[in-house]
């Protein structure tokens, strides 16, 4: 069955520092992948995707995310965070053939910036 | 801009009662998801709705119906709620797969915080 880790429940980054949070997947077909955001009190809001092709990814709020077939990951990265980046986040993998293809969603990962 | 609504941010309901929610998006998308997120425990999919009157069975049914009566709107039931219901249910929405180039993203409403007491 597919599965999505998160192993970081929370982590905490200094504001202007770099970011990689990160996903393992188990799945055994080619991988739909994704990266989703909640904000405190907000519904999803998706940040990336990988379908196929280039496996560095760029995304919106400046994230990006690079799928490693060898190692079944699928981190998520940015340079610089802001204190606006401060929520949950949620690796997903797109899970059955495309038509009725269902999300399977980590646990997810809480992100605290400090000043 | 896709818009997914909920009925309601949040619901307080009595053991045994049976609770109503209630989505709707407004991109005239086929495909419809209901969530339940729990902390430490993700998102799980309840149940999900291919097209009007269709519906499957996601991972946690239990407890749970359904609803698609309309394109547009896509219904939660809870017959008789129970304490271990109390969650935060999210609401997706996606358009039919037209191929490969089409998009597969799922859009989420705000979520319904709700309460068994």
């Known amino acids: 069955a597919q599965s999505v880790t998160q192993p970081d429940i929370h982590i905490t980054v200094s504001e202007g520092a770099s970011l990689e949070l990160r996903c393992n997947y188990s799945?055994?077909?080619?991988?739909?992948l994704f990266w989703y955001v909640q904000s405190p009190g907000q519904g999803l809001q998706l940040l990336l995707k990988?379908?196929?092709?280039?496996?560095l990814v760029q995304g919106i709020k400046g994230f990006e995310a690079e799928f490693k077939r060898s190692q079944s990951s699928f981190n998520l990265r940015k340079p610089s965070v802001h204190w606006s980046d401060a929520a949950e986040y949620f690796c997903a993998v797109g899970a059955g053939v495309p038509s009725f293809q269902k999300l399977v969603f980590g646990t997810g990962t809480r992100l605290l910036v400090s000043p | 801009d896709v818009k997914v609504t909920q009925s309601s941010r949040y619901l307080v309901k009595r053991t045994g009662e049976k609770v109503f929610l209630e989505c709707v998006q407004d991109m005239d998308h086929e495909n419809m998801f209901w969530y339940r997120q729990d902390p430490g425990l993700g998102l799980r999919l309840i149940y999900f709705?291919?097209?009007?009157?269709?519906?499957e069975k996601g991972d946690i049914p239990e407890g749970y119906s359904v609803s698609r009566e309309k394109k547009e709107r896509f219904s939660l039931i809870l017959e008789s709620a129970s304490t271990n219901q109390t969650s935060m249910y999210l609401c997706?929405?996606?358009?039919?797969?037209?191929?490969?180039?089409?998009?597969?993203?799922?859009?989420f409403g705000p979520g319904t915080r709700l309460t068994v007491l």
């Open positions: 990988y379908f196929s092709g280039d496996t």
């Open positions: 997706a929405s996606r358009a039919r797969y037209r191929g490969r180039l089409s998009t597969d993203t799922q859009y």
């Open positions: 709705s291919y097209d009007v009157k269709m519906k």
């Open positions: 799945y055994g077909a080619t991988p739909y």
